[in-house]
């Protein structure tokens, strides 16, 4: 079978009796079934920064909501404090762990001036970061990974070190550019 969208649920009397989809190659059609099970993904395309890749906008929670199927726990979203900036934003960011904060990465403004304690919980980290960014008019902080050893970053953090290096920065030298993204989705 065809990749394909799911554009709507068949329904009728409050049961779900199948789906109408587009094909890859742009028809419509529908798909009857005795089960339906919607199960969806995220909703990271909604955000303009998010680890989610961007066709993940929720579609089937729309289609939820249109014809009153409950949804639950909507305001579940993890924004993770520190994803590598990128300017593109069809790309997803990549995530910059926590731990780098744990090991001693911190974190700057555009002067270069610490503005949080990085060791905070995640969430008060991200909206620090998103206050600051407001304050500054900028579209990221830096992150300065310089803080923790070389051997240190190399053992722990070697997927880290070779996406920054990919995007052209060098964080033994420089400070990385990072934003606050939408991360997990579990409403």
């Not at 409950?70 to 926590?98: A, G």
């Amino acid at each position: 079978m065809e990749h394909s969208c799911l554009l709507d649920i068949l329904e009728e009397d409050n049961r779900c009796y199948g789906g109408v989809v587009r094909l890859e190659n742009g028809d419509l059609e529908k798909i009857r079934a005795d089960v339906t099970v919607l199960a969806s993904g995220g909703v990271g395309g909604l955000y303009k920064n998010s680890t989610n890749f961007k066709h993940l906008t929720g579609d089937a929670l729309a289609i939820s909501l249109k014809h009153d199927i409950e949804l639950k726990d909507m305001s579940y979203v993890q924004i993770h404090p520190t994803t590598l900036y990128q300017e593109n934003p069809k790309e997803r960011s990549f995530l910059i762990s926590e731990s780098v904060r744990g090991e001693g990465a911190l974190l700057y403004d555009k002067n270069m001036n610490r503005f949080v304690d990085e060791l905070q919980p995640r969430d008060v980290v991200a909206q620090a970061i998103l206050k600051q960014m407001k304050k500054d008019g900028t579209d990221h902080v830096w992150e300065d990974l310089r803080t923790i050893p070389k051997k240190e970053l190399e053992e722990h953090f070697p997927n880290i070190l070779a996406h920054c290096r990919e995007a052209g920065y060098d964080p033994f030298t420089e400070c990385i550019p990072v934003v606050p993204a939408q991360h997990y989705f579990m409403g």
